[in-house]
């Protein structure tokens, strides 16, 4: 059996937006200081990958929607195979980012 997402009524408008417009960020590549910041690390086993994505756009979400919204986008963009190897999809805000002392710049 197959595994489906389902998404509150209440925020699937802003989660479909925020997965197509993350998705559109991931294409370009052009990570100019401009939210949202996308970390893309490997992981300890070979070809795993860990996601961060710092962005203030969705702090009015859950975090499993926000793991939800960037593991989406990554299957879109890098494809279904290797987002089998993301082995951790972490969505926080900048301000979250910085108190947990992930930074970027």
Not at 14 to 33: C, F, K, N, P, Y
Not at 51 to 65: F, I, K, M, N, R
Request: hydrophobic share 40%; aromatic share 6%; proline share 4%.
């Amino acid at each position: 059996m197959g595994f489906q997402r389902r998404i509150a009524s209440r925020t699937a408008p802003l989660v479909e937006d925020l997965r197509r417009r993350l998705a559109d960020e991931w294409r370009s590549g052009d990570q100019s200081g401009r939210q949202p910041v996308i970390m893309e690390e490997r992981g300890k086993e070979p070809g795993s990958v860990a996601l961060c994505v710092a962005w203030d756009d969705w702090g009015s979400l859950t975090p499993q929607e926000r793991a939800g919204i960037i593991a989406d986008a990554y299957a879109e963009v890098r494809g279904r195979e290797q987002a089998a190897r993301v082995h951790h999809a972490l969505g926080l805000t900048v301000g979250e980012a910085n108190a947990v002392g992930i930074y970027w710049m």
